[in-house]
């Protein structure tokens, strides 16, 4: 791996601006916990060189790469730069959603959780969080209309039901 690692860094620094070997490189780094923030300005190298049509995929791997090295705030920056550009990203969506919940920002949470619910009415995960996004801001009504959401995809898929029975244990 140390290889690879020395000849991508050889090829990008005789003036390459290869994606696909930066996109490699940050992977290799990312993979050492100790090289967190390193890969973070990696993958901030290869957004600067991306196509505009690969932006939306290098900004949600940056934010990604943000959250590894526990840059959480840029990451959250990152994800709106990506929604902003990319209305319809799901994971941008779902993982600005997350961010802003445990930033205790629950008003813009929801609305990045709801707008990823919309782009996948299937997905659990954003609609368990904006159920907790709702519950903290005491919007009972729309709570309630979520976790009919989440009880109605819970019939069909033993694991979401007993989601479903936890969090409707825990809101008594």
């Known amino acids: 791996m140390k290889d690879r690692e020395k000849e ?16 490699e490189l940050a992977g290799l780094v990312g993979a050492d916990r100790a090289r967190k923030d390193e890969a973070v300005e990696l993958w901030r190298s290869m957004v600067a060189v991306l196509e505009p049509s690969q932006l939306p995929e290098g900004l949600l791997a940056l934010a990604r790469a943000q959250v590894e090295a526990r840059r959480e705030e840029e990451a959250i920056e990152t994800l709106a730069r990506c929604t902003a550009d990319s209305p319809d990203n799901f994971d941008a969506h779902d993982l600005l959603g997350e ?29 368990a969080a904006l159920l907790a996004c709702l ?26 039901g007993a989601l479903v029975e936890e969090l409707m244990r825990r809101r008594g």
């Open 135 to 160: 519950d903290g801001l005491g919007w009972r009504d729309e709570a309630d209309r979520v976790l009919g959401s989440l009880q109605r995809l819970g019939a069909d898929d033993p694991a979401v």
């Open 8 to 23: 991508l860094r050889e090829q990008l620094a005789a003036g390459s601006t290869d994606s696909e070997a930066l996109r």
């Open 99 to 127: 961010l802003l919940r445990r930033a205790g920002r629950l008003e813009e949470a929801a609305d990045a959780l709801r707008r990823a619910g919309e782009l996948d009415p299937r997905a659990v995960r954003p609609r």
